[in-house]
Structure formats: C-alpha cells, structure tokens
C-alpha cells in the first residue's frame, strides 16, 4: 500500500452513552496531511467523533486505530506518548484564566516535560521562543505576558490555537471551534487551522456547524446525521441537495 | 469567548462563608480597575510575607516552649475518643444541655433579628433620605448626620466578642441564662442590624420612593416599599447568624454560661476526657444540622418553587422556627424581669461607674501596644498556619473523579479530622494545647490555627471539587500527567480564592484571639480575663477599645489584601 501514511482508521465504530446512540457504525480513515471539515447539526454525534479520534472516547462496538495504535490497549504511559501526538482545540477553549498567555501556550508542552521543567516553568517560562513564535503566528505576539481572562474572546481563540501549535502533534482536531465568532473571525481562524496541516504532513479535522465554513481550504467533508456519516467526498460534491438532506429535521425519536 | 464563570460553591459551611463573602463581593467596591489592583499586588504580597515571618518568629520565639510532661495527658484525651462515655445518666445530660446550647442559640439569634431589623432600618440611608424636608438633596443634608451617627453606634457591639459579652453580663446579671441570649444578641443584633442596611439600601429604590412621594409616611413606605423585596435575603442571613450563634453559644458555656460548653469545661476539669467526646459529638451533631438546615433555606430562598404555591420546606422551617422559639423560652424558664431588678441596676450602675473613664493597667501604655501586637501575631501566625495547612489538606481530601478506592478512603479519613478539628471551639482546643505547651501566644495561635484548619481545608476542598473540570481534561487529553495537568490547570485557578478564604478567616479569628486568651494563652484577652477577676473595669475599658481598634485595623488591611488578589 503506498500514499500517505494512516493517522486514524475507524471501523464500525458505534458509540452509545446509556441508552443514547451518538455514533453508529462509522468508518473513516483519515491520511496525513489531510484537512477535514465535519458538519451535521447539533446532536449529530461531531464531538463524540472527534473524542474517539483523540482517545478520550472509547468505542461501545468497533475497532479504533490512532497513529497505528488501539489507544485501549495501551498502558497508561504508553497512552500519554500516544495521546501528546493528538491536539485538539475545544468549543470552550478549557484555558486557564489566571495563568499568563505565555504558560497557556507552554501547556502544550506538558505532554515532553517532565514535571520538575513544568514547575520550573510557571516561574521563568521555558522554551518562551517556541511560544512566542506561535503566539506571532496567530497574530498576538503581543499579548504574551498579559493574564489569559483579560483578552477577549477572540483573543483567547488564538491562544488556544497557539498552544496546539506548540505541542507540534501529528494530528489537530478542533471542535466547533468559531460557533462563538463573527463571520469574518471565523474564517481567519478557520483558515489558521487548515494551514496548520500545510507542509507538515499534520492531519487536520475541524468540525464546524456553519455549512459555508466548509468550503475553502478543506480537502474534504464529512457529514455527520443521527450519529451516521451520510456523507464524504470533497468540498464539492456539496451541493444544495445534499446539504438540504444533512440538515432535515430528523424524525427519528429523541 | 471568556471562560465559563465558575459554578456556585455549595454545602453548609461554604454556604455560610460564601454568603459572607457574595456580601462584600456586591457591597464592597468590586470596580477596582484590573490593570491597579495587578499593579499593587507586589507590595501586598512583600507585607504579607514580613508579617507572616515576624509574626511567627514573634510567636514561637522564646525559651521553654514545650512542656513535655503534658504529653500523657495529651495522649490519654485522644485515646478517650475511641471510648466516649455513653451511659444512660450522662447521655441524658448531654440531651439537656444540647437544648440549653441550642436554646441558647435560638433565642439569641431571634434577639439579633429584632435587633437586626429595627437597627437595620434606622442605620439605612433610606431611612435617613426620607426625611421632612422637601427636595430630596436637603432631606439627605438632614438625615446624612444621623445616618453616620447610627452606623459608629453599632460599630462598638459589634467590635466586642459575645464571649466578653458573656462575662459583663455575666457581672451584673448574676448566673442567669439571659446572658447568655443577651450576649448573643447584642453583637450579632448589631452585625445583622448594619448587614440588614446594607441589603436595605441595595433594593431598588423606585417603589419606595414612590411611596413616599404619595405620602405613605416613613415606616409605611420601608414596610411596603422595601422590606418585601429584601426579605429573602434577609431571612438567608438570619439563618447563616443562627449557624453561628450555635457555635457561639458552645463558647458561652466555657465561661460560665450553661450548656454544652459549660459541660465540656466541667468534664475537663475533672479530667474526665471520654465524657468531653460524648458532648462534642452532641456538638458536632447540633452544629451540623443547623449548618444542613440553613443550606436548605438558602437553596429554597436562591430557586424559589413556582409561584402561587407554598415551598414545603419554608413553611416547615417557618413552623420550627416558632416551635423552636417557645420550647427555648420554656426550657430556659427565662424572666426578662431580672433586667430591671435592683440587684441588676445596681450592679449595673457600679460596672459603669467604674468602667468609665477609662484607665491604663499597670503595666502601661507598654504593656498595652506591647498585648496589642502580640494578639495581631497570634492571629497571622495562626492563619498562615491554617491556610497552609488547609491547601495541602484539601488537596489530599478533594472529591476527584476516577480516584482509586484507597485514595477515598484516605479521603473520607481526612475530611473526618478536619470535622473535628472545627467542632472543638478554640477555647477547648487552647486548654489541650496548654497540656503540652507553656501559656503564651503559641497555644493560642496553634488552637486557633487546629480550628480554622478544619474550616478552611474543608472550605478549599469544596473549591478544588467545584472548579470547572475542561481544563484540568483538556491538558490530559494532550497526554500530560496528572500532576502536570493539576500544576497548570488547578493551582492558578485554586490559589487567588484560597488566599482569599484565608484573608477573610483571619479577619473573623483577630476577633477569636480574646477567646483562647480568656483561657490563658496570651495576647490582650488575656489582660481582658484577669482585669475582669480584679474587678478593675477601668482597665477593662482600655483594652476592649484597643481590641475594637484592632478589629477595624485588621478589616482595613483585610479589605485591601482582598481586593489586591482579586
């Protein structure tokens, strides 16, 4: 088998929370390199999605391979090196407000430091270059010594894209990211997630309600429906009907 | 996007500080400007550190500190705890006297509401705005002294402990158990009285104004304009005063008043440690329904069930509360005409007489400065102690998801010390330290730091549960260790509110100092229990002013430490 190497390859993976059904028999194989946008409503199953590709969900049925690994089998150290490879930016950023930007950032360190460095860095930021770096790129460079809670929104966003940025991992996953962003905001930042993948071979997936997100800079589209993927291709096999059929209200009980 | 507000703490004695603490929150000037308060906190932090390190080189400094003899005794109360006196004599008098301390408790706080509510209205701006005059800026001209005037009339009840209280009643109405009750009500009818303004002023003023305008009169106007509105939070209050004033009325018994505490003192004396476990585990029992009751009324008064039908649970709390109220009067047999009898005036007359003016003791004013900054030592020695303490403690008790049974277990094992470390009230806990430790301020700091330990490793534990969990996830999703993930996404977000719990316990403990001094151990209540036993009022006088005086002192620095964290 040639092309680029498998980050993640699910095969009917069904995943169930007591009596709810949030994903039913999925299969997806994700490639290096590749920039995926997920759609579906809300309540289609795009976050439990995305916590089975980053191993914080575990499948009820199904087989589930990260970077050639099945996360359940791994012993807890072995998990944590399989785990740092995987970055994931969440809807509710999950930053700490009193900590400085810069320790924000260097908390995507945590997974190559040891403990001791960790603590050494609260008091006198470690590889601040690294950070610093991250933090021009998503275009705050400025704000590194200030406190998290006093940026704004929009602010915050990028800090937390800065410090996936510095944990460097093979695969981004970002959920509903810019649901809280303007239209303009939103595609600055969803441009800065899929040039992430650029050049690194990084796996991108970024899931994201706003059909018209989905579009540029993505190679492909997966859509999500009452926990099934009825849909995958590239960006343009969108078209309006299919879209429509995505969406429909779903008849299904709750 | 900012990070979601942080989840409201509950359980009883998070309740209780919380309310203290949301009361200074919306009153106390949150609008400090970020970028100033960041800008002062160095300073602030320099202070605290020499503070704290004076403080307990002031308090452990000295020769002989450790009394080794005392180390049985020490071992032989604890060992007691395994075998408490349970026989059918004594716990019948445990019975008894958990219903005089809770009588006692009861009728004191229903004493401060009185007080609460009458010198509430009279120390609202509200009240002093409504004034004749016609425009309202002169009718707040004319009511603006008298305002000013009723809120320092409070400041001095206030500023002295109910156990003093205790014992200048105590002179003058004999053993009666009204003094106990009136040493409860006079300074929290007091505190109550100035939070009660306080909630007063905050309503919004439309409806009242209003009223006024159409000529309802003054009382009618706050009757109907005011009171309605604020009364949630008003009763909310009196509440979290009656899970005080059970602890409160612990105390009193210590010095003489009847009750559990009284018992505890009797039980010590004679050396009879297994009965001391019995009566504080009536203790804990009595104190921790009330705090399990309170949590209840708050809850219901926070969500209020629908309208148009009654809340079982305050109308049941209504009906206690009365039922409380008489069997409390019928139980202490109380006769309110022992205030008026000659004995009593006279005895009163000849106290003021003497108290006043007032009169440095012998050793000057020396000695005065010299208690005065022994007591500020014990209670900074003591908090820092317990704050420190009360972090590593709550770290190891924290409820956390996906602990290991071994780790619960060690858990439950903590959170039960820390129960009993608060249960024994400081002055018990000065009179065990005194078996292994000379009298000086370092029994006294070590007692109070032991109780408020327990207070605040609990307190601190519940903020640990309760802080929001997605960061503390997220970092472990990433693959960092668990102590990496709780150093980065944990500590920073625990350390300004634990600093905060602490500040705000050292301003309640500068008032608990004159308790473990009146058993000895140092610092001015100590000057305060042996003035009292020479009748040398006068001196007396003195000291209880340099105590207010410290209380307000440690308030200002309280407040300013506060909003430095913030």
Partial sequence: MTGPPALAVLGGVTVRFGSRTALEGVDLRLVAGERVAVIGSSGAGKTTLLGVLNGSVAPTVGTVRLLGEDPAALGARARRELQRQIGTVYQQLHLVGPLRVIHNVNAGRLGHWSLARAAASLLRPREA?????????????????????????????????????????????????????????????????????????????????????????????????????????????????????????????? | MSPPPPPAVGGPDVGVLEHEALLEGHRGGGGVPAERSRSRRGPWLVATAVAVGASVAAVVGGTDVVNAAGWPQLRRFLAAAAEPDLSGSFLALTARATLTTLAYAVLGTLGSLVIGIVGGVAASEAWWRATGAPAPAQRWQRGRGWWLAS???????????????????????????????????????????????????????????????????????????????????????????FECSIRAAAILGIVGAGGLGFELALSFQSLRYEQMWTLLAALVVTSGAADWWGARVRARLRDPVPARRRDPVLSASLVAVVGLGVLSWTHLALDVGVLWSSRAVELGTDLLGRAWPPRLGPGGWGELVGLSLETVAMSVAAMALAAGGGAVAAVAVARRPGTGPLRRLAGGLGRGVLLVCRAVPPPVGALLVLFVLYPGPLPGAVALAVYNLGILGRLMAESLENLDEGPRRALRHQGATGSAAFLYAEVPRAAARFAAYGVYRWEVTIRETVVVGLVGAGGLGRAVAEQLAAFDYAALTTTLAALVVLTVLVDLAGSGLRRAIR
Avoid: C, N
């Fill in chain 1, 129 to 254: 270059e690294g950070a610093l770096d991250a933090l021009a790129r998503m275009g705050i460079g400025d704000r590194a010594h200030d406190r998290t809670e006093r940026l704004s929104g929009g602010q915050q966003q990028r800090v937390a894209l800065a410090r996936v940025l510095v944990q460097d991992p093979r695969l981004v996953l970002a959920d509903e990211p810019v649901s809280a962003l303007d239209p303009l905001r939103a595609r600055e930042v969803v441009d800065l997630l899929t040039g992430m993948a650029a050049g690194s071979g990084r796996g991108v997936v970024v899931s994201v309600h706003r059909i018209e997100l989905a579009g540029a800079g993505f190679d492909r589209v997966v859509g999500l429906r009452a926990g099934r993927v009825v849909l995958d291709g590239p960006p343009g096999a969108l078209t309006p009907e299919r879209v429509a059929e995505l969406y429909a209200l779903d008849p299904a009980p709750r």
């Fill in chain 2, 151 to 241: 809120r320092v009339g409070l400041a001095v009840p206030r500023g002295i402990h109910e156990a003093v209280w205790g014992l200048l009643l105590l002179a003058v109405l004999g053993l009666d158990p009204l003094v106990a009750v009136l040493a409860i009500a006079l300074p929290y009818g007091a505190v109550t009285a100035k939070v009660f303004a306080e909630i007063l002023d905050d309503q919004p003023p439309e409806v009242h104004e209003a009223l006024l305008a159409a000529g309802a009169g003054r009382a009618r106007s706050v009757l109907y304009g005011l009171l309605p509105r604020a009364l949630p939070e008003m009763i909310s209050y009196g509440f979290y005063r």
